[in-house]
Each structure stands twice: as C-alpha cells, then as structure tokens.
C-alpha cells in the first residue's frame, strides 16, 4: 500500500511567520491551501511547533474529484496570506517545505530563481519521524534565519 505523504511550507517575513499546508494531487505536483496560519514573529516556539503540525496533519493526497475544492485561484491564496504578489511575497521571505513519507521527514530549503521558489538542495536536511516534533521545530527555524539567494 502507498504510504500517505504530509508537506507544508513555512514562510519566514520580517514580522509573521506562515504556515500554509501543502496536498499531494494524483499527478505528483503539489498545490497549497487552507488551513493557512499566519502568527507574529515574535510567537512561541510552541505555537509555531502547533501550527507546523496543524499544517502537516491536515496534508493528504487528493482525488481528482477534491481539487477543485481545495485549490485556491490566486487572489484568494494572495489573500489569504496578506500579499499582493508572489514576487514581493518571495523576495521579503525566506521559506522551506517539509514532507513525511514513510516516517522520513525532509525539510527542504527554498531560495528565489527569477520569479518562482527552488530548492537548496545542497542544505536539504533528513531525518527519521517518531514525534520528534520539538526537534523538527528546531532544524526548520534554523533553516529560517538563513537568507539562500543565487
């Protein structure tokens, strides 16, 4: 059987953190939606720790059929963030996804390319999942305060 995967991707501005929960579509690309949380910077490491498993525990695979339902048109999700563009967005953040598969959790750095978001392969971290959420906090954080560019 398939083991389900989890994602998530957690924005770092100057003043918020934003957590937007990531689902898996039949095609293997990934779309962002609700439940988005949007915390101040100065929130606890247990808030932040709460809403990154909020996040993740809301992840599934979905149908064809759930799509539509959870994709947002690009306004909405803008919106739902407090941005007006992905450009500005990207630029005054520094961001990473993380994904669970079968108890393998990968917490993958982003840096901006032009105007969309890549991975920073060579700082990808990996670890193996026994509720070690506190620990997984942690990496992510770190991860946070690092400015990746080109």
């Not at 971290?125 to 946070?144: A, G, H, M, S, W």
Request: charged share 35%; hydrophobic share 35%.
């Amino acid at each position: 059987m398939e083991k389900e995967i989890k994602a998530c991707s957690i924005y770092k501005t100057k003043n918020k953190f934003k957590i937007v929960t990531a689902y898996r579509l039949e095609s293997w690309a990934y779309i962002e939606s609700n439940p988005i949380t949007i915390l101040p910077i100065e929130a606890s490491f247990e808030q932040i720790k709460n809403a990154i498993f909020l996040s993740i525990n809301s992840s599934k695979k979905l149908s064809e059929k759930e799509e539509d339902f959870y994709r947002l048109e690009t306004k909405e999700f803008l919106k739902s963030l407090r941005e007006t563009s992905y450009k500005k967005f990207y630029n005054n953040s520094t961001s990473c996804s993380i994904y669970i598969e079968n108890n393998i959790v990968e917490i993958i750095p982003n840096r901006l390319k032009d105007y969309y978001l890549v991975e920073v392969k060579e700082d990808i971290q990996k670890i193996e999942y026994n509720n070690n959420e506190i620990e997984i906090t942690k990496i992510v954080l770190d991860i946070l305060e690092k400015k990746y560019v080109e």
